[in-house]
């Protein structure tokens, strides 16, 4: 494996690292400026770090316990694939849902573009399906 690979595979570690101890600041130092994502059901890409943020702090509130593992992750020349699975408590209010206090488990697959010392693009595609699933109430029985 090449330094360049070997670094930006470090650099991702570190992201996912800094993002589970909710070091947002940190987090967002390691974006470029121009930062873009690019996510499901969104038809143009998202920029700017702030948008990362907003994510990341959606996804904290709503599962202030989130652990993250990385259960792969490889690279080529400016990009980084990683199959992670993230666990928490849903114990603040997530995409419109009230705290359920139920523990959830989902998936997500993620390409990183990296420019120098910064991620510069991401592509993720979290199972939302499943984790909508875990914390949508109950049907009441009549």
Known sequence: MDSITEKN?????????TLERGDLDACVEMLTEDFIA??????????????WRL?????LDGFPDLRINVEDMF????KV??????????RGTFQGIAPTDRPVSFRSIE??????DHIAEEWVAP???SLMQ?????????
């Not at 595979?9 to 992201?15: D, Q």
């Not at 390409?111 to 120098?116: A, F, K, Q, S, V």
């Open 9 to 17: 595979l470090a650099l991702l570690s570190t992201a996912y690292e």
């Open 38 to 51: 690019n996510l499901p059901g969104v038809p143009e890409p998202l920029r700017g770090r702030e948008v």
């Open 55 to 59: 994510g990341a702090q959606a996804m």
């Open 75 to 78: 690279g080529v020349d400016d």
């Open 81 to 90: 694939a990683v199959r992670v699975h993230f666990r928490g408590t849903h």
């Open 111 to 116: 390409i990183y573009r990296i420019e120098g």
């Open 127 to 129: 199972d939302m399906i």
């Open 134 to 142: 875990q914390i949508s109430p109950v049907p009441s029985a009549r």
